[in-house]
């Protein structure tokens, strides 16, 4: 029987949980059933006479109260496998040093607590494929559970009541594993994103997240000694998520954009609280502090990432997977490095498969975007990274050679103005805007309405301003004219005219019951607007 006070998607599972340390026993129940029948179904497809998992979280209050309560359900269907648990307790860690982890200590998976950017009083957990693959359509190793793994763990858990053991877990980090874990994790960050800033300063905010005790060391692997505020581990001065404008107006990151103002930096970088989301924000030519929307963002990365691929000189074709809901800006990038774009439905998980099974084909996935949320993962990981995102960043502000490529590629004949604010300015321009509303009860028939009714709409309100219009559905990887048999897809209307392409793309939500989102996505403020209003009319139609 499902719990309704937990959400569970393929990207996690979460709830609210409180303030903490404790949790209540139906929750650790809870936490328990779902940890052993992740550990049955890593083991039964793979028998082994020993497992090893790696155990990570987030410094939130009720953190270890779940890693208990993950711990004996692991180890719990071990017990009655006949199996050895070799336990890799790595402790408070960010999401991307967890997976990292999980390849380094050639383990069979992993669990990381975490509610990632939802707020401190929420906890939950996602759970790691293993370096062994697993099932017909695994994920790569380390990455989250494939969506066909994870679809099957929730039924599992749901149904199966296996009794809960009370043995005694020694909750206590192994450190030498949790250095050697980081270690390896910055190696890979200062082999990838080597650069010429000596000098550079940088504002970083790891917000009292897994990244406290990260971020630094990372960027001086890098050779910059950033600055950092809200750096105590478990203590967050402000709102975990950052994508938001507050009640009064002012959006979350006003005084980290402050700090780069008063510190003359480059740039300032925001982490959620495991660190798998990193948001920049710098000061314009104008020296007005600016903070790039998610979609900005994710063309931003986009941008880099190829850069840093033509620098390469990596032979291989580079390729871009992006969500189905990702702006048309990052489809104009990757054209003008000469790259082509994948795209898949959205779900970080669906974008980490693509670029897996883009590298298997011969070709390099350089980075995989999700425009709503600015979600990437670059090349070489399996996972969203923030610290990823401002090492870019510190490239694109500040690394002549690197900034070279980009301003003969994106604005040929013109140069480039100085730091983060220049590269941006060279980025192609693209609008998007993105709404929800209340999500209709039944989706095949609401598809079927958009099917019929988005044709004479384009003929009577957009046919002016576009050529052509195409449907398409997106669900996992698969992307095309062809309508899904499955329950929930994502709806695309892709319009063009030379010159120019924009969308409207409506999906229910995954992860917020009842909910729909939208998007309206064109080369001008005014075309974008107008895809999304009649994305709204549709469904109220």
């Known amino acids: 029987m499902t719990d309704p006070r937990w959400l569970q998607s393929y990207s996690g599972v979460r709830a609210t949980l409180g303030a903490g340390p404790d949790v209540s026993e139906a929750d650790a129940t809870f936490a328990f059933r779902h940890a052993y029948c992740y550990a ?12 090893r998992l790696v155990l990570a979280r987030d410094p939130r209050p009720t953190g270890l109260a779940l890693a208990v309560a993950q711990t004996r359900g692991l180890g719990s269907a071990c017990r009655d496998l006949g199996v050895a648990l070799d ?6 860690v960010s999401t991307p040093v967890w997976q990292h982890s999980v390849r380094l200590f050639e383990a069979h998976g ?10 401190i009083d929420d906890n939950g957990w996602k759970y790691a494929t293993g370096v062994d693959s697993l099932g017909g359509d695994p994920a790569p190793p380390g990455a989250l559970l494939s969506a066909a793994d994870m679809g099957s763990l929730i039924r599992a858990a749901n149904a199966f009541r296996p009794a809960p053991t009370h043995t005694a877990v020694n909750p206590e980090p192994d450190l030498e594993a949790r250095e050697r874990a980081i270690a390896r994790y910055l190696a890979f960050v200062a082999e990838s994103y080597r650069t010429q800033a000596a000098g550079a300063r940088v504002v970083i905010d790891p917000n009292g997240g897994a990244a406290s ?3 630094a060391r990372a960027f001086q692997a890098l050779g910059v000694e950033p600055i950092v505020i809200n750096g105590e581990e478990g203590a967050p001065a402000h709102e975990i998520d950052v994508e938001q404008v507050r009640s009064d107006g002012v959006h979350v990151l006003r005084d980290l954009g402050e700090r780069v103002r008063a510190e003359d930096a480059l740039f300032g970088l925001a982490y959620d609280f495991d660190a798998d989301r990193g948001n920049l924000t710098y000061v314009d030519a104008a020296g007005v502090s600016r903070i790039p929307s998610p979609q900005a963002a994710a063309a931003i990365n986009a941008a880099i990432a190829l850069a840093v691929h033509r620098r390469s000189g990596d032979p291989r074709p580079a390729v871009v997977v992006a969500s189905d809901a990702t702006s048309c800006r990052v489809r104009r990038i990757a054209a003008a490095f000469g790259a082509s774009v994948v795209e898949v439905e959205t779900g970080e998980i669906n974008v980490v498969t693509a670029m897996r099974d883009q590298e298997r084909r011969g070709l390099r996935a350089v980075v995989g975007v999700e425009g709503p949320n600015g979600g990437t993962i670059f090349a070489g990981t399996t996972c969203r990274d923030g610290t990823l995102v401002g090492a870019g960043a510190l490239l694109a502000a500040a690394d002549p050679d690197l900034r070279a490529i980009i301003s003969q590629t994106l604005i040929p004949g013109r140069t480039m103005s ?5 590269f941006i300015e060279a980025l192609p321009v693209q609008s998007s805007f993105m709404e929800k509303c209340a999500a209709p009860a039944d989706w095949a028939a609401t598809v079927t309405g958009l099917d019929e009714e988005f044709p004479r709409r384009f003929a009577k309100e ?7 219009f195409e449907i398409v559905y997106s669900y996992i990887r698969e992307v095309g004219p062809v309508r899904p048999m499955a329950q929930g897809y994502g709806w695309k209307a892709r319009v063009s005219r030379p010159g120019a392409e924009g969308f409207l793309w409506i999906r229910g939500s995954k992860t917020e019951a009842g909910v729909a989102r939208l998007i309206g996505d064109g080369p001008d403020e005014a075309s974008a607007r107008a895809l999304l209003a009649l994305g709204r009319r549709l469904l109220s139609a």
């Open 40 to 51: 049955l179904s890593r083991l039964q497809a793979h028998p082994a006479a020993s497992a």
């Open 87 to 92: 336990l890799v307790n790595i402790g408070v």
């Open 110 to 119: 992993g669990v990381m607590i975490t509610a990632s950017h939802n707020p």
């Open 213 to 215: 005790r990260i971020a």
């Open 418 to 422: 100085p730091g983060l604010s220049g």
């Open 462 to 468: 957009l046919s002016r301003s576009w050529e052509r």
